[in-house]
């Protein structure tokens, strides 16, 4: 079975550009969550979808972020545009509705310079 | 405030030695799940364990071990007879059962020297 996969693995742009990072959960999992760690610090939550529904967007940090998740399958968040202080892994997890650990996929590192 | 404190930044030992890591937690919810993540040098956090807040049974799984007792907020991570494929970064992860939402500590960076 495929595991929770994200592209790119690593991203590096420059300031005030867009960046668009992609998650695609484990099939038939309903629940998806976007993470992200800021170098040295903790996983921090971003946002949770339940099928193609924002269930909870509490984490993310400001209206440069956008998250999306077409037909409640896969999961894009941009960042638009991309300051330095958005630097880190950028995590996605998915899990089943009512199940309650989660999978995590490799991250996407993003590097703004 | 943080929910989860692992306060082992970093620890080195020599292969075949037994460690510990910490994780200590803070909630007011009394349902909730306690989880340990493992982030090898790929990069993708691996699950490996979670207790439910009514079970403080230690489980043993091989060469690791849990240690989750309520009188503490602790929920300590045994790895023994530690080889090099153990280096890792450790995270403990706490989960209320009034939100969805993962809490993480800063996580602990072991190195297993061989």
């Known amino acids: 079975e495929a595991g929770v996969t994200q592209f790119p693995s690593h991203s590096v742009i420059e300031k005030g550009q867009t960046v668009t990072l992609r998650c695609d959960p484990i099939s038939g999992h309903d629940n998806l969550y976007w993470y992200r760690r800021v170098m040295g610090k903790e996983i921090k939550f971003l946002l949770h979808f339940v099928k193609e529904s924002k269930q909870d967007e509490s984490g993310m940090p400001n209206n440069r972020f956008l998250a999306e998740r077409t037909g409640g399958t896969y999961s894009t968040l941009k960042v638009q545009p991309a300051e330095l202080e958005d630097s880190g892994v950028y995590f996605c997890a998915s899990s089943p509705l009512r199940r309650t650990e989660a999978f995590f996929g490799q991250g996407t590192r993003l590097t703004v310079v | 405030a943080q929910k989860v404190t692992q306060a082992q930044t970093e620890i080195s030992v020599v292969e075949k030695e037994d460690v510990t890591l910490d994780c200590v937690y803070e909630t007011r919810d009394t349902t909730y799940y306690l989880f340990w993540y493992k982030q090898p040098p790929s990069g993708e956090l691996v699950f490996l364990i979670r207790r439910n807040s009514f079970d403080e049974q230690n489980e043993i799984s091989g060469r690791y071990s849990w240690n989750f007792q309520k009188s503490t907020s602790s929920f300590n991570f045994t790895i023994t007879a530690s080889q090099v494929v153990d280096s890792a970064v450790y995270f403990c992860?706490?989960?209320?059962?009034?939100?969805?939402?993962?809490?993480f500590g800063t996580g602990t960076s072991l190195t297993v020297i061989p």
């Open positions: 992860a706490l989960s209320e059962a009034s939100s969805n939402q993962f809490y």
